[in-house]
């Protein structure tokens, strides 16, 4: 069974009044699509204050600085794709076809997000405490597929191979065909590509022939 979803940072303002309720969402609504947008060093803090209607003390009291806001529209971001894998792969289908489902989702979760994550993954291996934080929330959602990825071993789907390298084989896919897309692809055609080459990959039995005779005693 999957663990509980991480629960999210800085549930409330750190200081003054009572939070008003769902004004937390909200600003993290307007700072993501303003984040997706442009690069993180782009954008202001009034970018958000105005996207979201709210005085710039406000916006402070729920988020200090622009990193921190950064941080909690990132792990927000991932904790809600999370959640909609869990819920892709919580079904009767056979486990085959959840790994379709897991691409689809996520390649569609980000189609709108290309640069979504581009500064954690510029940060991820730096020692801080956001690194730290960003990484438990990535296992978390690793975990989904690593689980899936197994039952379908498990199901005779895909061959016995090490789950955990092939999920970060499958996220980098999915990571670089999202990253680098032209104008003109479309979701359905981006995720049988990556179905297709993960399933079955791009060798033909020559090339996977002359592989194994030039491998290494």
């Known amino acids: 069974m999957s663990a509980p979803l991480v629960q999210p940072v800085s549930l409330r303002p750190r200081r003054g009044r009572p939070p008003t309720p769902g004004l937390r969402d909200r600003i993290l609504r307007a700072a993501e699509a303003i984040f997706a947008r442009h690069d993180y060093h782009e954008v202001q803090m009034d970018d958000v204050v105005e996207a979201c209607g709210v005085g710039k003390?406000?916006?402070?009291?729920?988020?200090?600085?622009?990193?921190?806001?950064?941080?909690?529209?990132?792990?927000?971001?991932?904790?809600?794709?999370?959640?909609?894998?869990?819920?892709?792969?919580?079904?009767?289908?056979?486990?085959?076809q959840n790994i379709h489902r897991i691409v689809h989702r996520t390649?569609?979760?980000?189609?709108?997000?290309?640069?979504?994550?581009?500064?954690?993954?510029?940060?991820?291996?730096?020692?801080?405490?956001?690194?730290?934080?960003?990484?438990?929330y990535r296992a978390a959602l690793s975990r989904v597929i690593r689980e899936t990825l197994e039952a379908a071993v498990a199901a005779g789907h895909i061959r016995r191979i090490d789950t955990r390298?092939?999920?970060?084989?499958?996220?980098?896919?999915?990571?670089?065909?999202?990253?680098?897309?032209?104008?003109?692809?479309?979701?359905?055609?981006?995720?049988?590509?990556?179905?297709?080459?993960?399933m079955r990959g791009v060798g033909t039995p020559a090339g996977r022939r002359i592989v194994a005779l030039r491998r290494p005693a």
């Open 107 to 136: 390649l569609a979760f980000f189609w709108d997000r290309r640069f979504f994550f581009s500064l954690i993954h510029r940060s991820e291996h730096k020692v801080t405490g956001e690194a730290r934080e960003w990484l438990r």
């Open 57 to 96: 003390g406000t916006l402070y009291r729920y988020f200090p600085s622009k990193q921190q806001l950064y941080f909690a529209v990132m792990f927000d971001g991932i904790q809600r794709l999370r959640g909609e894998l869990e819920a892709a792969v919580g079904t009767r289908e056979p486990p085959a």
């Open 165 to 198: 390298i092939a999920t970060e084989m499958l996220l980098g896919m999915m990571r670089g065909v999202n990253r680098y897309r032209a104008d003109g692809d479309r979701l359905g055609d981006l995720v049988a590509a990556v179905v297709d080459v993960f």
